[in-house]
Nanobody
């Protein structure tokens, strides 16, 4: 059974930090690239960050230097460390595997003063 379970979202003030986690089924995690996407109200879902099975990372320009993607292959988990959060980072965040079209339920991140 394919599974993606995101967690770690919440309400934070501008400049604050959050760490998102996503636990995936082994079948779609092992040796696959993993991605974080986000969807803000009224906007299309956008790619935020990616990490290959070997740890090569990539980021959308708007989060470079603030967000860090990482993975724990022993725990089938991908993380997104988000620092210096801005109001425009408010969105539902989703993780995804390169090996599946399945989307999890997402986790809400709200940045507000």
């Amino acid at each position: 059974q394919v599974q993606l379970v995101e967690s770690g979202g919440g309400l934070v003030q501008p400049g604050g930090s959050l760490r998102l986690s996503c636990v995936a089924s082994a079948s779609i995690f092992d040796r696959r690239s993993m991605y974080w996407y986000r969807q803000a109200p009224g906007k299309q879902r956008e790619w935020v960050a990616s990490i290959t099975s070997g740890g090569v990372t990539g980021y959308v320009d708007s989060v470079k230097g603030r967000f860090t993607i990482s993975r724990d292959n022993a725990k089938n988990t991908v993380f997104l460390q988000m620092n210096n959060l801005k109001i425009e980072d408010t969105a539902v965040y989703y993780c995804k595997s390169s090996w599946s079209d399945y989307w999890g339920q997402g986790t809400q991140v709200t940045v507000s003063s």
